[in-house]
């Protein structure tokens, strides 16, 4: 099971879900504090903006960061949950979330995928590029992205609520 949830929202949901792995994706990840329940090895930090396009100043998600992060669930074992965070739940760690979702269903429908993303969180807004970039990883030929379409954006919120992606 995926849990997501924000940076301040991340000790409470690790204590309360079990989780043993931890997926940090955000731009200044040296501020993450590690809770002590979850083994180093467990915790992979992948420093990106919350950008969907280059912007000079700032470090875009790339086909680098999707490979890291695709890599560290497929070495997840799946005994207990995952946590996948940002600095507010909402962008970066649904989208990540949305892939590992892909990723370790390939036969699933990315579309009730997103919408059981969009039914956990009505204001979850998976970043685009980083959607992108995971379905060309995956190979959905462009599927993912037309997911995030038809569910639509999120509400406006300043900072999610923790939600949980159940993977069969």
């Known amino acids: 099971m995926l849990h997501v949830c924000s940076l301040a929202a ?12 931890i997926l940090t994706v955000m731009a200044n990840v040296a501020q993450v504090q590690r809770p002590e ?5 467990n915790h992979l930090r992948v420093q990106m903006d919350d950008i969907t396009e280059p912007i000079d ?10 490979a890291q992060v695709l890599g560290f669930v497929r070495g997840w074992d799946r005994g ?4 996948v965070h940002c ?12 892939a590992a979702a892909c990723m370790l269903n390939p036969h699933r429908d990315e579309l009730e995928i997103a919408w059981q993303i969009r039914e956990a969180s009505p204001i979850a807004s998976p970043n685009r590029l980083i959607v992108g970039l995971a379905d060309k990883a995956l190979g959905r030929e462009g599927r993912m992205l037309r997911a995030l379409d038809e569910i ?10 923790p939600f949980r992606i159940d993977l069969e």
Do not use: N
């Open 152 to 161: 639509g954006p999120g509400s406006m919120m300043v900072e999610g609520r």
């Open 10 to 21: 991340l000790p409470d949901t690790v204590k309360a879900t079990g989780a043993s792995h």
């Open 87 to 98: 600095y507010a739940g909402i962008s970066r760690s649904t989208a990540s979330a949305f």
């Open 57 to 66: 100043g700032f470090l875009a998600p790339s086909e680098a960061h999707i």
């Open 37 to 41: 329940s979850v083994l180093p090895a």
């Open 80 to 83: 207990a949950p995952m946590v």
